[in-house]
């Protein structure tokens, strides 16, 4: 871990750093001073979304380069596992602004980099050791072990208490803690019978009625479809 480190603090990285910083103060926080917050909730929720996802590539990219085994990183994905996170992360939001509960807030804010902790470490495992099917799996196995590594984030942020910085806050945490991230030990996949009862749990049961009631909304309105599939 020390020579991941070592590696962490190359000229490469710390450009890789800094110009992150920088992309991320340009591209989000910028337009929020600019427009003194006087922006919409959609134009806030997207432009978040699109650094969210800005960070998680930069991070894979510094995270590729401190590695030191050629592990087995073809770590399986599906496009119903990526809407149902989307799901989960607008349901979050949705739940935090709606609410005057701080501690509701505060779990919803638990939830969500949970699940951005989730998705950025199960990228890099080692699939070989773990052999785990899908990110799903994963969290079941790990909800535990990823909520120890999230609780000391959210407990700094809340210090720091400044939500326009906050998203720099959150690159250069997760930069300086990737050796930590990709070192750790997580529980295999058990091979079980009994069904894993956890948040994500709940939020696949929602995001399934939720479709289910689409579909079932599309068939009543258009019921010929119905008979078109079953003819293919």
Do not use: W
């Not at 930069?58 to 149902?84: A, G, Q, R």
């Not at 009994?194 to 929602?206: P, Q, S």
């Amino acid at each position: 871990m020390f020579a991941q480190y070592i590696q962490l603090l190359s000229l490469k990285n710390i450009s890789q750093l800094f110009g992150s910083l920088m992309c991320i103060s340009i591209g989000y926080i910028y337009p929020l001073e600019y427009f003194n917050y006087n922006i919409s909730i959609i134009y806030n929720i997207l432009s978040s979304g699109i650094i969210y996802f800005y960070i998680s590539n930069s991070l894979d990219k510094v995270c590729y380069s401190i590695k030191t085994t050629d592990e087995s990183m073809s770590n399986p994905s599906h496009y119903y596992i990526y809407f149902l996170f989307l799901f989960i992360y607008i349901l979050l939001f949705s739940v935090k602004n709606i609410t005057n509960l701080t501690k509701l807030r505060l779990i919803c804010d638990l939830l969500s980099y949970q699940l951005y902790f989730t998705q950025i470490i199960y990228k890099h495992i080692d699939m070989a050791l773990y052999e785990f099917h899908n990110i799903i799996d994963f969290y079941n196995n790990n909800s535990a072990n990823i909520f120890y590594v999230t609780i000391p984030f959210c407990l700094l942020k809340k210090l720091f208490n400044h939500k326009r910085y906050e998203l720099l806050f959150l690159y250069a945490y997760i930069y300086f803690t990737l050796p930590i991230l990709i070192n750790l030990r997580f529980t295999k996949k058990k091979d079980t019978v009994l069904k894993t009862y956890n948040f994500l749990t709940i939020g696949e049961y929602l995001f399934n009625s939720f479709i289910f009631g689409i579909k079932h909304i599309i068939q009543a309105l258009y019921p010929y479809t119905e008979t078109v599939y079953k003819l293919h």
